[in-house]
């Protein structure tokens, strides 16, 4: 309950639980997974099969298509360590602001 609305809600999610960051890409299990920003069910299927052949770092998240913009502050990788949330301005996570515009 009384998640943002004008934010993603599994952003808002893992902004209201900061204990559970972040998270090692190449140890964690599909669960924990799934639970990171940024990253969907075709990203962590693609992470699950690479890190059977190799251990993943930030050129091999971009290659898999991961959104890195946003996972980045909660992952941890074997050549990247992020920033701690607390000193992460909270507008890095608001959404951008976008034009609207109506049909007529």
């Given amino acids: 309950p009384d998640l943002d609305l004008a934010m993603d809600p599994k952003l808002a999610w893992a902004l209201r639980h900061p204990e559970r960051w972040p998270v090692d890409i190449n140890a964690a299990p599909r669960e924990e997974l799934l639970r990171i920003p940024g990253f969907g069910r075709q ?4 992470i699950l099969a690479a890190r059977r052949h190799m251990s993943l770092g930030v050129q091999e998240l971009r ?3 991961a959104r890195l913009n946003v996972a980045k502050p909660f992952i941890l990788t074997r ?8 000193q992460i301005p909270a507008a890095h996570f608001a959404a951008a602001p976008q ?3 109506l049909a007529l």
């Fill in 79 to 86: 050549d990247s360590r992020p920033t701690p949330l607390e």
């Fill in 99 to 101: 034009q609207l515009v």
């Fill in 43 to 46: 990203t962590v299927k693609r």
């Fill in 63 to 65: 290659r898999i298509g």
